[in-house]
């Protein structure tokens, strides 16, 4: 039998092929992969969580099919292509921020949606991809580390936004835009002295902060995350069922379906921002290690990604939107654990939800395409 026909040939060659059409359709098959495992924790956590709401799981699912739609159209463009069109989609996000101001929907005392009609949607948002891409696009313009006029007008471009989003009031979503404009910063070669000083700063303005920028209710969530037990059956009922519902959990959880602190309504908003609780109880502390190792690995593609990225623009942006990504993760699990407070950031990618899911595919939609871009280019 000739080489060519045998079995481990052809066996090869269908790799080989298989290959070339992921290549062929920029995608990452183990960023792929790891997300795909998420989105099908996402469907299997919230049908118990929302009691076995079929019309709930139909409706994430539908969301979830929309994001990887538009991951996968992302993931064609050049990243020429997208660094093109980083200042105008940025621009239009403030454009929009600035409608929502003056116009916007109002609903639950914060004024965050545009309603087009046929639907609504919150341009902020659009902010946590426009802005890492806007200042990726802006530093990568010049020699790295970048000097010090370059470094002001990048922080105009940060604080705009931030506290446009913080106005509506959304302390969530704008630290969210704020990180990932600061780890744009950081890796294009902020001085650390620089970052020490600038934490001294906000520091000494923490009473300004806390007296004229914060509304009561962030001022309560502080107050609460130091000491649930002030007010166990008001502010800091969340956080005590949350815990609760964490360390009945124990090592080995109670069992899908079977978890007393969601089914019998002790636990708040446990389909959107306390859906880990959810997670923790039935799963226990062995599901948590087997789910964070999922988003280690997301992480650390990410990470892997931007370091092998071909020019700045393409680093810069795929290793802030990784970073961001590690802070949703951080920023959730800290607060239903209560070791920060609640700012209504969910955990991404199994969270109930729809503008943030398509937002957090779109970021990995970038990744796809820096990363399977620059194989073609080294080919």
């Not at 744009?184 to 934490?199: D, E, I, N, P, T």
């Not at 209710?217 to 815990?243: C, E, K, W």
């Amino acid at each position: 039998m000739s080489l060519l026909n045998s079995p481990q040939y052809a066996d090869e060659n269908k790799l080989s092929a298989g290959r070339r059409i992921l290549q062929q359709l920029h995608i990452d098959l183990p960023l792929l992969l790891s997300l795909l495992i998420l989105a099908g924790t996402s469907l299997f956590v919230l049908y118990s969580a929302g009691d076995r709401n079929m019309e709930l799981i139909t409706r994430q699912g539908v969301r979830l099919m929309l994001a990887f739609i538009v991951m996968l159209a992302i993931a064609q463009l050049n990243p020429a292509t997208i660094r093109f069109w980083s200042p105008w989609l940025f621009g239009l996000g403030l454009i929009m921020l600035i409608a929502v101001l003056l116009a916007g929907e109002i609903g639950k005392g914060a004024q965050r949606w545009l309603d087009l009609g046929l639907f609504r949607f919150q341009p902020s948002e659009i902010m946590k991809i426009a802005l890492p891409m806007m200042m990726a696009w802006y530093l990568s313009e010049a020699s790295i580390p970048p000097s010090l006029k370059r470094l002001i007008l990048a922080t105009l471009i940060l604080i705009t936004p931030t506290l446009l989003v913080a106005k509506q009031p959304d302390l969530g979503t704008a630290l969210l835009i704020a990180s990932a404009g600061i780890f744009v910063l950081l890796l294009a070669g902020l001085s650390w002295r620089l970052v020490f000083g600038v934490l001294i700063l906000l520091a000494a303005t923490t009473p300004v902060v806390w007296n004229y920028l914060l509304h009561d209710y962030q001022r309560n969530r502080i107050l609460t995350f130091i000491n649930p037990q002030n007010d166990p059956l008001g502010a800091g009922y969340h956080i005590i069922q949350s815990t609760i519902a964490i360390g009945s959990g124990g090592v080995y959880g109670k069992g899908w379906l079977n978890g007393t602190q969601s089914h019998l309504d002790f636990l708040p908003e446990r389909s959107t921002d306390f859906v880990f609780a959810v997670f923790a109880e039935e799963f226990g502390f062995l599901g948590i290690l087997l789910l964070l190792m999922i988003y280690v690995f997301i992480i650390s593609r990410g990470l892997y990604i931007a370091a092998q990225a071909q020019d700045t623009f393409s680093r810069l942006l795929a290793g802030s939107l990784t970073l961001t990504f590690f802070v949703y993760l951080f920023v959730n699990i800290g607060m239903v654990s209560g070791l920060l407070p609640v700012v209504g950031v969910p955990l991404p990618l199994v969270s109930y939800g729809g503008t943030s899911v398509v937002t957090l595919m779109a970021a990995f939609g970038i990744l796809m395409s820096i990363q399977t871009h620059r194989k073609l280019i080294a080919y």
